[in-house]
């Protein structure tokens, strides 16, 4: 974990959380220092560089799958709460840019209030995705998590964009007058509670067309951290976070 948040940092966040509707579980390691961003039905780590989340977490559980309070709005628009020198994206940052605006935080998973659908579409929550994943495979695991989350009763997760190389290097493709970043691949982990155990699994997609095979893509959350660079459900006990993490069994993920 980075910079310890203390006792006192501990209870504000918790207390923040308790007002976004999510929990300390699907958070990943944050510091005092964190840019964060609580909204209806999600917490969002905004980087300012990229001008997109570094990751986005909340909690998923069967009734805001089953939830219709709100329906699809499709107004994407810049985030009020971002107060950085360079604001989110814009919506014409994407236009004609050959790249979809994709969800880390998908519209289908805040049907639970107008606030939570309407904080979905803010531009701190999209990241440039290539069509053929945004509405393909990627469509595919944001359908088996809402899946996973009527089966197990609560799923929780944390999604975000993957550089492999320095964010700001010429050769990476941008797009817009804003010189929006491409990621190179997304992940997404999940995590269960069950009564006798936590299980965990990660995913890592490139951003590009893909095999439809979400398993092909599939590793243990270790893995991905070691990939992203980032701490994944590091506020859960540590004895249940390393055994959650360190292996994944695909059976027990998806099924009907």
Not at 184 to 200: E, G, I, N, W
């Amino acid at each position: 974990m980075g910079a310890s948040l203390g006792l006192t940092g501990i209870i504000l966040l918790s207390f923040k959380l308790c007002l976004s509707g999510s929990s300390l579980v699907e958070l990943p390691a944050v510091s005092d220092r964190a840019a964060l961003l609580f909204h209806p039905g999600c917490v969002i780590r905004y980087n300012a560089e990229t001008r997109q989340p570094d990751w986005v977490s909340y909690k998923l559980t069967a009734e805001e799958v089953r939830a219709t309070e709100a329906t699809r709005t499709n107004a994407f628009r810049p985030d009020p709460e971002v107060k950085t020198r360079l604001p989110t994206a814009k919506d014409s940052d994407y236009a004609r840019s050959g790249y979809d605006r994709g969800h880390l935080a998908p519209a289908a998973d805040m049907k639970q209030s107008m606030g939570a659908m309407v904080a979905s579409f803010f531009l701190s929550n999209i990241s440039p995705q290539s069509p053929s994943l945004n509405r393909g495979t990627w469509s595919k695991l944001e359908e088996a998590v809402r899946r996973e989350a009527l089966r197990s009763q609560a799923v929780y997760l944390a999604s975000g964009p993957v550089f492999y190389e320095d964010r700001v290097t010429r050769t990476r493709t941008r797009i817009g007058p804003s010189g929006i970043p491409v990621p190179d691949a997304f992940f997404k982990v999940l995590l269960v509670r069950d009564a006798s155990a936590a299980r965990a699994i990660a995913f890592i997609l490139p951003n590009d067309s893909v095999g439809s095979n979400l398993f092909h893509y599939a590793m243990s959350v270790d893995e991905a951290e070691r990939i992203t660079g980032l701490d994944f459900f590091r506020y859960l006990p540590d004895e249940e976070e390393a055994a959650a993490e360190s292996s994944f069994d695909e059976s027990a993920w998806f099924t009907e």
